[in-house]
């Protein structure tokens, strides 16, 4: 199984930007009842969650990014998405996405940086 993310990139404060992870070789019957979520992990600091999914659909958000950010899955696709918006310079940071599924195993994809300019 390999996470594959998309979606970094440079954009100015009050922007957004819309990252995706993609479970490449992971079965429907693992992807779909699993727990989603995405991290972030800033210079210096240590990684922190995001957001979280929920396999019933309840989601969990971190309160610096409550009201901006949506995580959300596309499960005929095996994929997760972080919508962020209204972004602040504060949320520079490598973002990963993860997944643990029921076994408790936990997959992680390989990050992707998100620079936010003021």
């Known amino acids: 199984v390999q996470m594959v993310e998309s979606g970094g990139g440079l954009v100015q404060a009050g922007g957004s930007l819309r990252l995706s992870c993609r479970a490449s070789?992971?079965?429907?019957?693992?992807?779909?009842?699993?727990?989603k979520a995405w991290y972030r992990q800033a210079p210096g600091k240590q990684r922190e969650l995001v957001a979280r999914?929920?396999?019933?659909?309840?989601?969990d958000y971190a309160d610096f990014v409550k009201g901006r950010f949506t995580i959300s899955r596309d499960n005929s696709r095996k994929m997760i998405h972080l919508q962020m918006n209204n972004l602040s310079p504060e949320d520079t940071a490598v973002y990963y996405c993860?997944?643990?599924?029921?076994?408790?195993?936990?997959?992680w994809g390989q990050g992707t940086q998100v620079t936010v300019s003021s």
């Open positions: 999914l929920g396999s019933a659909g309840t989601t």
């Open positions: 993860n997944i643990v599924d029921t076994r408790d195993l936990s997959y």
């Open positions: 070789g992971m079965i429907t019957s693992v992807f779909n009842p699993s727990t």
